[in-house]
């Protein structure tokens, strides 16, 4: 099973990035798809989520109105459009998998906004 994130980076106070996460060794249309972060010094903070079949999203209250998840099934995708990104936003941000108590993680990427 693997999760590989990409798409972070270093940006500007308001500026935007497209985080992507490409799964593989699982069969991903039947797993939820969620999106956490990490600040430093901070607990692992659930961001987004996604339903197997992508008809339904879910999102944590710092990311409503800004972030949107998106899945695409055929290419084993999921991604989040982080837009009017914050200082607050910068963290470690993980692709999750999850169908009942079976979870799967990625190493995660870098996402910093600062001036």
């Known amino acids: 099973v693997q999760l590989v994130e990409s798409g972070g980076g270093l940006v500007q106070p308001g500026g935007s990035l497209r985080l992507s996460c490409a799964a593989s060794?699982?069969?991903?249309?039947?797993?939820?798809m969620n999106w956490y972060r990490q600040a430093p010094g901070k607990e692992r903070e659930w961001v987004a989520g996604i339903s197997s079949v992508g008809d339904s999203t879910y999102y944590g209250d710092s990311a409503k109105g800004r972030f949107t998840i998106s899945r695409d099934n055929a290419k084993n995708t999921v991604s989040l459009q982080m837009n009017s990104l914050k200082p607050e936003d910068t963290g470690v941000y993980y692709c999750?998998?999850?169908?009942?108590?079976?979870?799967?993680w990625g190493q995660g990427t870098q996402v910093s906004v600062s001036s």
């Open positions: 999750n998998a999850r169908r009942g108590t079976r979870t799967y």
């Open positions: 060794g699982f069969t991903f249309s039947s797993y939820g």
